[in-house]
């Protein structure tokens, strides 16, 4: 009777085996039908996300260089936008040789910047280059855009640190926002398969899913503040205003926090030291959430914070909230990404910002490598 009773019970562990085997690989069969039909509808060059611009290197996160593609709907702007990277992962065309003259300005920020939501030429870098050329007629004019999503300051001076020597600009104006003591959070890009399951697209999806539960615990915290920004109460309830801030605080809220602002220094430190080295000047402008400028509560202590650190330091910068304030029209296509009404709106007032910097004199001439 024992005998009978393993049987029966290897039997039924075979039988349920062999059942998981056949559900997963028709689970196998189905998922790959299914992505060989998306790929299939998807036109060639086109991509339904901006995380596809991405590429996880040694140094973090960055564009990946030399794209011409298309993100269809994007999440921000709705739009159907085309993106082109050069070879240094920098939106736009290829970087000439400097030509005799040139006054060369390099844009760092963050998606505000890089502005993946927009077309190429609606960006504030191409607005501010396009007034220039017109200001200054007599002399050639170029504006890099050294933008990328989720970049702090601190990312910023270790990109700074890779285009200087390539870009070799006369000014690095840079586009602070205020959760640039932040940083990346972007999902992880690496996961650990071992090479005999890499095949399988089953596996890939479940480890990346698995893998993505630390990333929510570590950061879902810099999200909690959206749906009291949905609520609008803070638009005329300081105190609904001051708790907004508060939740806010692994976001764009930092900027309210004292303790952040070490962060932000050091950044800035850095990029002053690539500056003496590489002979350019360093600027800021500083960049609101919309909330500063849709709330009837009045508040601009990040901006004086940022405005006193930039003095201490000796960089020039500017306050975009007033610019952006005494603006019509839609800004923002949500909390902080302009629109391109917004973008030209605050590339005026930098194109007067720079040329006040640049002046009638010639650019410096870069060291060589």
Not at 34 to 43: C, D, G, K
């Given at each position: 009777m024992a005998t009978a009773r393993v049987s029966r019970v290897l039997t039924l562990s075979a039988v349920v085996a062999l059942g998981l085997v056949l559900a997963l690989g028709v689970a196998e069969i189905g998922l790959r039908a299914?992505?060989?039909?998306?790929?299939?509808?998807?036109?060639r060059g086109v991509v339904d996300s901006p995380k596809a611009l991405n590429q996880k290197t040694a140094a973090g996160k960055r564009i990946t260089p030399n794209?011409?593609?298309?993100?269809?709907?994007?999440?921000?702007?709705?739009r159907d936008v085309r993106v082109r990277t050069n070879r240094l992962g920098l939106r736009g065309a290829?970087?000439?040789?400097?030509?005799?003259?040139?006054?060369?300005?390099?844009?760092?920020?963050?998606?505000?910047?890089?502005?993946?939501?927009?077309?190429?030429?609606?960006?504030?870098?191409?607005?501010?280059?396009a007034r220039l050329r017109a200001a200054v007629p007599g002399r050639l004019v170029r504006v890099v855009n050294g933008g990328g999503p989720n970049l702090g300051t601190r990312d910023e001076a270790a990109l700074l640190a890779e285009l200087a020597p390539a870009v070799r600009p006369d000014l690095v104006l840079v586009g602070f926002y205020l959760n640039d003591s932040v940083g990346q959070v972007g999902y992880p890009h690496?996961?650990?398969?071992?090479?005999?399951?890499?095949?399988?697209?089953?596996?890939?999806?479940?480890?990346?899913?698995?893998?993505?539960?630390?990333?929510?615990?570590?950061?879902?915290?810099?999200y909690e503040w959206v749906p009291a920004f949905l609520e609008r109460r803070w638009v005329s309830d300081r105190e609904a205003y001051d708790r907004l801030v508060a939740l806010a605080v692994a976001d764009w809220g930092a900027a309210w926090r004292e303790d952040s602002w070490p962060e932000v220094e050091e950044g800035f430190r850095r990029m002053l030291d690539l500056g003496r080295r590489w002979r350019f000047r360093v600027a800021a402008a500083a960049f609101p959430v919309s909330v500063q400028i849709e709330s009837r509560v009045a508040d601009d202590r990040p901006q004086r914070r940022f405005k006193a650190l930039a003095d201490g330091l000796g960089i020039p910068s500017l306050d975009l909230l007033p610019v952006l304030a005494s603006t019509r029209g839609r800004l923002f296509y949500d909390h902080c990404h302009l629109t391109p009404t917004g973008n030209a709106a605050v590339a005026a007032p930098l194109a007067e910002f720079v040329r006040a910097l640049a002046g009638d004199q010639a650019p410096a001439t870069p060291v060589s490598d």
């Open positions: 299914v992505e060989a039909m998306s790929h299939a509808a998807r036109p794209l011409d593609i298309v993100v269809r709907g994007h999440p921000t702007s709705g290829e970087l000439p040789p400097r030509a005799p003259g040139e006054l060369r300005i390099l844009v760092l920020g963050d998606s505000i910047t890089f502005g993946d939501y927009v077309d190429e030429d609606e960006t504030y870098p191409a607005r501010l280059e690496v996961y650990h398969i071992p090479p005999w399951l890499r095949w399988s697209r089953l596996v890939q999806r479940a480890v990346v899913a698995w893998s993505r539960y630390p990333h929510r615990a570590r950061f879902g915290s810099r």
